[in-house]
């Protein structure tokens, strides 16, 4: 009885198929009879029980908050009329909007498997820079090298993506990889981020000549660079409180 009441509780804001969600009971039950829907729906509300097992508690409390508001507020309604306005039949409207949902929840399942399995280096950071902010991502060492992410976002928009990995030499990652934006050319172009971490989380330099060079040659947005600090993160939510 306990577990079924606590899987009641975990899904319930999965269930409820109301006029929020654009389509009655009675026409979610029509589209529940579609296989490929009724498969896309299952997933969804499976990844409620992979963000109870992989999310902290808070975080998964968070979780399960903003999906209830996603779910009862326009926005799945609007972008599913945007892609019926487009063509798309309801069915695959509203399958799109809880594929796209899904990607987004995917990505913080993600971010939440580095947060459980940091070894003290490997793990989530930030940088909050005014209109700047940057995600780094240290992911636990595979053949002895930790693999590096780093995205920069310019109000809102991507401004460079370097993607790299590294030994671990003392607290110091010399990480080498791409950068992964369309003027980059790694067969010509190399690029190297430095971290270094302390109780805090990271700090990130990359050497004169790379700057020089992502100025000059348009890699990155003007005056834009991935140097600089970057905070531990406990959460998922990047405007959660951070260590």
């Known amino acids: 009885m306990k577990r079924t009441c606590a899987r009641l509780l975990l899904l319930c ?13 009675k026409e979610h039950e029509e589209l529940l009879k579609n296989a490929d829907y009724r498969q896309t729906w299952g997933e969804y509300q499976a990844l409620a029980e992979r963000a109870k097992k ?5 975080d998964f409390l968070r979780y399960q908050d903003r999906e209830n508001k996603w779910y009862s507020g326009e926005e799945p309604n609007r972008e599913a009329k945007e892609s019926m306005a487009e063509g798309m ?3 695959e409207a509203f399958a799109g909007v809880l594929a796209a949902r899904m990607d987004e929840t995917e ?4 971010r939440a498997e580095v947060i459980r399995q940091s070894d ?12 700047l902010e940057g995600t780094l991502l240290v992911r636990l060492p595979e053949d002895g090298e930790y693999a590096v992410e780093l995205l920069l976002m310019q109000n809102g928009e991507p401004a460079g993506y370097f993607e790299g990995s590294a030994k671990l030499k003392g607290k110091t990652l010399a990480a080498t990889g791409d950068l992964l934006v369309e003027e980059y050319d790694p067969e010509k172009d190399s690029a190297a981020v430095t971290l270094t971490f302390d109780s805090a989380g990271a700090t990130a330099v990359t ?15 003007e005056g834009v660079v991935f140097d600089g600090a970057y905070t531990r993160q406990k959460s998922v939510f990047m405007d959660a ?3």
């Open 13 to 25: 804001v999965l269930v409820a198929a109301g006029s929020a969600w654009g389509v009655s009971q």
């Open 89 to 91: 039949s309801k069915l």
């Open 120 to 131: 003290g280096v490997s793990g989530l950071y930030r940088r909050n820079a005014g209109t």
């Open 207 to 221: 050497t004169e000549k790379f700057k020089r060079d992502s100025h000059w040659k348009k890699w990155l947005d």
């Open 107 to 110: 990505r913080l399942l993600d």
């Open 54 to 58: 992989t999310m902290t508690s808070e």
């Open 241 to 243: 409180a951070s260590d």
